[in-house]
């Protein structure tokens, strides 16, 4: 029993996790928010200064509010309190930067703590920040030399005088908004190492030309941007391309030659007679035109109910091994042997099918042609029904 007891006590006396080296407790901590990585100070001597090297530093004022039950103006004003001594005592470099605000701070303060983490060489800056009107954020923080991921889901207004960011790889814009159409070609033109180019609910009222023209860019997705602007897309090393917005006016896409995945939806257009649909199909038309070359395409309900009505060509998809269709039901199977007949190495056709209630069990009927595809014969392996 005496033994038992020595042991046990020896086991409590010796503290395995302070015991880690510096490097390891900081990715451990790093994987919390601020709020409880700073509180580990009390623990022991030993982790008194720890939270000053964290690699990464998560604020999130809605941490501190859950736990205050004091006015909104004493708690926004605990956490200015809290960022700012985080970031003045600041002893190493930071590799990643997340902000999280739902309260409203002065554009002084953000810039402020932007400009402190910028000299700190942040390589991942992640700001959430949602406001009544736009603001702008410093300029310092498009000329970072470090920063490699830039991810703004703020009411920013983005209109930099200069774009410097030499290493930034990925870009993700969520309800930004852009001023003019000189927005986007000025910032690809300083980042020319950019690879994934991220666009949501973005304000472009601004912008009559959306020109995303980059040798650079491999990735491209667009959702849900506001304005009536025309699409011109010039990326010869794109690789995975997803459009689910407005097609306004005739696109101008070209250069996709190394294009493998593309995802195309303009869900917004409402096509409420037939010169809406031919009009739409000519845009779908276009940009088929443009991916030739692609070896997986989803085209949804809009582009096929615009390709049946007007007509257009489709090109021959030579490299095209994975096709997914979203059709409406019983609709649209005039389309399926052209579509077919277009890609004679398919090996997957998906059809993504809603049935209305009062249709379930109905299964549509597939047009039958004399001249038979000729992925049917030889390649075709498989065809997903999903219901």
Same mark, same amino acid.
């Given at each position: ?192 190492? @950019? #690879?994934? %180019?991220?666009?949501? =609910? +973005?304000?472009?009222?601004?912008? &009559?030309? *959306? ?92 582009? @096929? #109910?615009? %390709?049946?009505?007007? =007509? +257009?060509?489709?090109?021959?998809? &030579?490299? *095209? ?67």
């Amino acid at each position: 029993m005496s033994f038992k007891n020595s042991e046990d006590l020896r086991r409590q006396k010796y503290d395995r996790l302070s015991a880690l080296p510096d490097a390891v407790l900081c990715h451990i901590l790093s994987f919390l928010p601020m709020k409880y990585v700073v509180a580990t100070s009390i623990l022991s001597t030993r982790w008194k200064y720890l939270y000053m090297s964290v690699p990464v530093i998560k604020l999130d004022d809605t941490v501190h509010s859950q736990e205050e039950e004091s006015q909104d103006n004493i708690r926004s004003d605990s956490f200015r309190r809290f960022a700012d001594r985080v970031l003045m005592l600041r002893n190493a470099d930071i590799i990643q930067f997340h902000l999280k605000c739902t309260t409203t701070f002065e554009s002084s303060v953000i810039n402020a703590w932007l400009c402190a983490v910028l000299l700190h060489k942040v390589q991942v800056l992640n700001l959430f920040m949602k406001y009544d009107n736009p603001r702008c954020l410093t300029s310092e923080l498009f000329t970072c030399k470090t920063l490699q991921w830039l991810n703004l889901d703020s009411s920013i207004i983005i209109k930099p005088k200069v774009v410097h960011l030499p290493n930034l790889k990925i870009l993700r814009l969520f309800g930004v908004e852009l001023m003019d159409d000189g927005s986007i070609p000025q910032i690809l033109a300083g980042c020319p190492k @950019l #690879e994934h %180019l991220h666009m949501c =609910g +973005c304000q472009l009222h601004g912008i &009559q030309v *959306l020109d995303i023209s980059t040798p650079s860019l491999k990735s491209l997705e667009f959702f849900n941007c506001y304005g009536a602007f025309r699409v011109v897309i010039d990326t010869p090393n794109l690789e995975d391309l997803c459009y689910v917005d407005f097609l306004n006016g005739d696109p101008l896409v070209k250069n996709l030659k190394s294009l493998v995945k593309a995802y195309l939806f303009p869900y917004s257009v409402t096509l409420q007679n037939t010169d809406d649909a031919c009009l739409c199909g000519g845009h779908v038309s276009k940009f088929l035109n443009a991916m030739a070359n692609t070896k997986s395409l989803t085209l949804l309900t809009v582009c @096929l #109910e615009g %390709l049946l009505h007007s =007509g +257009c060509s489709i090109p021959k998809f &030579q490299n *095209l091994t994975y096709m997914k269709l979203v059709p409406r039901h019983n609709c649209h199977w005039e389309l399926l042997p052209i579509l077919l007949h277009s890609t004679p190495n398919l090996k997957t056709l998906a059809l993504d099918m809603e049935f209305p209630d009062n249709n379930i069990g109905q299964w549509p009927k597939f047009p039958v042609t004399q001249n038979q595809p000729i992925c049917l014969a030889q390649y075709l392996r498989a065809v997903d029904i999903l219901i």
